[in-house]
């Protein structure tokens, strides 16, 4: 069973609809990461999230993104209004606990029409 | 801010070659270097792991690699691949006591059987 969970782990939507994607982890973390990969390219960096507050995010995470822990277990991820360029896999990831490495979750592939 | 160049796109190997991929980051200061795998399909996984000690680091399912500190490099090694080692490879670095990763733009391994 994986460390971390993400739902769905596959959405389609219409440009400009809004979307929530979703992770949960087995047990509780402070720290928090958003990353993302469009096809093709880099794992890019989007937020890291501590304690409740964005501690950093990438110059990718516009007013278009923002991140929530709603209810103390589960983070999420919501974009506004989607664009065709939103379409990429979105990897949560939790630190692992030894020496700064992480463990990601299982990704949602978003694609945009 | 780091950087990560992995020098190889895409590699196409037979069953039982032997397999090398470069890895080179730059930052001034201290670093913690990893090597993802993301198999087809799924999500990354980590494949080994360098913070300190013995430069040579061995990982799961017979993969290497080698950090060499003043060619700012952590090439990864497996002495003979199999048709399961297809995947995507992300080297990937983060400043000491920072969980935020820089990857490379990976390496898409395939083994031919």
Redesign the interface.
Known sequence: E?EVTQTPSHQVTQMGQEVILRCVPISNHL?F?W?RQILG?????LV?FYNNEIS?KSEIFDDQFSVERPDGSNFTLKIRSTKLEDSAMY?CAI??GQ?????????TRLTVV | AQSVSQHNHHVILSEAASLELGCNYSYGGTVNLFWYVQYPGQHLQLLLKYFSGDPLVKGIKGFEAEFIKSKFSFNLRKPSVQWSDTAEYFCAVNARRDYKLSFGAGTTVTVRA
């Open positions: 994986p720290y990461y990353y390219q880099k794992v890019e960096f890291s950093e990897f630190p692992s020496a700064y490495g992480y463990t990601f979750g299982s990704g």
